[in-house]
């Protein structure tokens, strides 16, 4: 009777057939699976768009910042140059002291020597133009056989000829301004503007070199997306083309 109620009891046991100390696991479904997945793809998709337009960014900013520091650079050294720029009408009987620009894109002018060669007489013939895609600066001395400031100025090359001040420059303008701010051309001018505005269009380098190496329409969508205009003005007081 002992015994018959001893089984019946294990029998009734609510744990019976069930191990001890294995809770029970639930197992992912093949489509909760699935959208798990999905969700990571796109989680990880966003992340990665949101990163490249961040890099994107930042290389256009970097792009921007190296392209004004280049201009910077040419308007100060231009800046420089002009500021000393020298004009005299008769500075010895019959003979002046000219501003010439015989383009848009060229200057020659006498400027007083400002520290930037060994000149003896402290004034230098000064040329700039545009070349090869760069800015270019030439200066004589009175330690060439050329030098020669008086007359129609030269293309200032008989020294130590022109050197790059930056490079990847696409334009390059000078417009000068008479005291009535109408914009002529300077030629041979016995007077100094009363001031002159430089306009630079230029690539920063990574992207100059990146159109050198490309052509047709890449070209063009590297200059629309990369080349930055910058424009400085320098005040020379002079009158000149008051008349015109």
């Known amino acids: 009777m002992r015994r018959r109620e001893t089984k019946t009891a294990r029998n009734e046991r609510p744990d019976a057939g069930v191990s001890r100390g294995r809770p029970a696991v639930r197992r992912f479904t093949f489509v909760e699976m699935l959208v798990s997945v999905a969700l990571l793809v796109a989680v990880s998709f966003l992340v990665f768009k949101l990163f490249s337009r961040l890099q994107t960014a930042y290389s256009h900013a970097l792009r921007t910042t190296n392209a004004a520091e280049d201009a910077r650079l040419a308007f100060d050294v231009i800046s420089r140059d002009l500021e000393a720029a020298i004009c005299r009408r008769d500075d010895l009987p019959g003979c002046h002291i000219e501003f010439h620009q015989p383009s848009d894109s060229r200057l020659w ?14 004034i230098l013939e000064i040329g700039y133009r545009l070349q090869s895609y760069a800015l270019q600066r030439a ?20 020294q130590d000829g022109y050197r790059t001040v930056i490079d990847g420059v696409m334009t390059l303008r000078f417009v000068c301004y008479g005291n009535r701010l109408i914009p002529y051309q300077p030629d041979n001018g016995d007077q100094l503007p009363y001031m002159v505005t430089i306009t630079v269009t230029l690539l920063d380098g990574q992207s100059f070199r990146l159109w050198e190496q490309t052509s047709g329409a890449r070209r063009t969508d590297i200059l629309r997306a990369s080349a930055r205009t910058f424009r400085k003005t320098v005040y020379l007081g002079g009158g000149g083309g008051s008349s015109q």
């Open 109 to 122: 002018f006498v400027s007083s020597d400002e520290g930037g060669s060994e000149s003896d007489s402290g």
């Open 139 to 158: 200066f004589v001395d009175d330690r060439c056989e050329e030098w020669n400031v008086y007359g129609p100025r030269d293309d200032a090359s008989h």
